[in-house]
Nanobody
């Protein structure tokens, strides 16, 4: 099992940038994939971006392509999400997730992930 702790959320204005971090601990040597998800009030949790922990290949959901960048630091066991040109529709609780299952087929589906952080609030004002 991997323990995940997000940080970096806050209140920003539309057009601003914000960076999130997710520190992983525990069985980090087994991590295969990590991802960011978000959940806005009254909406279902949706994928934001995912990254292969060893190879580094990434995948993004359409709403954030070109604005968000997912990255990692394997030495620090930390996942990052750089968010640029934020808009009010980006307001949500942002969660990081991890899986050790190499059999997963869908990088941007919550069912692919087993370990989740508690989330960090991002609020974008207009």
């Amino acid at each position: 099992q991997v323990q995940l702790v997000e940080s970096g959320g806050g209140l920003v204005q539309a057009g601003d940038s914000l960076g999130l971090s997710c520190a992983a601990s525990g069985r980090t040597a087994n991590i295969y994939l990590m991802a960011w998800f978000r959940q806005a009030p009254g909406k279902e949790r949706e994928a934001v971006a995912a990254i292969f922990w060893r190879g580094g290949m990434t995948s993004y959901s359409d709403p954030v392509k070109g604005r968000f960048t997912i990255s990692k630091d394997n030495d620090k066991n930390t996942l990052y999400l750089q968010m640029n040109n934020l808009n009010p529709e980006d307001t949500a609780i942002y969660y990081c997730a991890a899986t050790s299952r190499s059999s997963v087929r869908w990088l941007l589906k919550s069912q692919s992930y087993d370990d989740w952080g508690q989330g960090t609030q991002v609020t974008v004002s207009s």
